[in-house]
């Protein structure tokens, strides 16, 4: 298994610019989860999805945008980028619910100059 | 939603056990405490997650006092290999959302 898997690594955009951030698991976990991390600070969730088709805002999604149209998939849109936005973002996922394991992507450091 | 406290920063020495607090006044009944690992320039990693007295797998063991309001990760003779931040969060686990909460964690920093 490849666990989950996020895309792409790094990437420097320009005010006003907008992205997709892609991440995939492949252990048929129901609950994924978008997270950003600012330096030297804990993650924050951005919105959460309980399965296909259910999507719910986490503690700051203002700027954000997600989708869920299969089990496996779950982008997360910038719209309008922002410096504010210059962060680190994590996906996970989870069997069930945020308590059970979560395991996370090797996260995307976005930079919005 | 239970709210943790935990030391900012810790330092230790190569072999010796570290304990980690975490302080959890408010948990609920039906909550569990879960702690996490994170790397540099990497995710969360789970280490070990209970709900009471003592919970130990093969990386680190969790003591929880019976009153429940703090939670000690201890982990063995640790290196330098150790070295990162650890969450202490605390949930129910029939909670779907967002009532996980990645604090500032603990950063410990292991020397030779």
């Known amino acids: 298994n490849a666990g989950v898997t996020q895309t792409p690594k790094f990437r420097i955009l320009k005010i006003g610019q907008s992205m997709t951030l892609q991440c995939t698991q492949d252990?048929?976990?129901?609950?994924m989860y978008w997270y950003r991390q600012d330096p030297g600070m804990g993650l924050k969730l951005i919105y959460y999805?309980?399965?296909?088709?259910?999507?719910d805002k986490g503690e700051v999604p203002n700027g954000y945008n997600v989708s869920r149209s299969t089990t496996e998939d779950f982008p997360l849109r910038l719209e309008l980028a922002a410096p504010s936005q210059t962060s680190v973002y994590f996906c996970?996922?989870?069997?069930?619910?945020?308590?059970?394991?979560?395991?996370f992507g090797p996260g995307t450091r976005l930079t919005v100059t | 939603l239970a709210k943790t406290t935990q030391p900012i920063s810790m330092d230790s020495y190569e072999g010796q056990e570290v304990n980690i607090t975490c302080s959890h006044n408010n948990i609920a009944t039906n909550d569990y405490i879960t702690w996490y690992q994170q790397f540099p320039s990497q995710g969360p990693r789970f280490i070990i997650q209970g709900y009471k007295t003592k919970v130990t797998n093969e990386v680190a063991s969790l003591f929880i006092p019976a009153d429940r309001k703090s939670s000690t990760l201890s982990l063995p003779r640790v290196s330098l290999s150790d070295t990162a931040v650890y969450y202490c969060l605390v949930g129910d686990m029939d909670n779907y959302g967002q009532n996980f909460v990645f604090g500032p964690g603990t950063r410990l920093s292991v020397l030779p």
């Open positions: 996970a996922s989870s069997y069930s619910g945020s308590s059970y394991e979560q395991y």
């Open positions: 252990m048929n976990h129901n609950y």
């Open positions: 999805s309980v399965g296909a088709g259910i999507t």
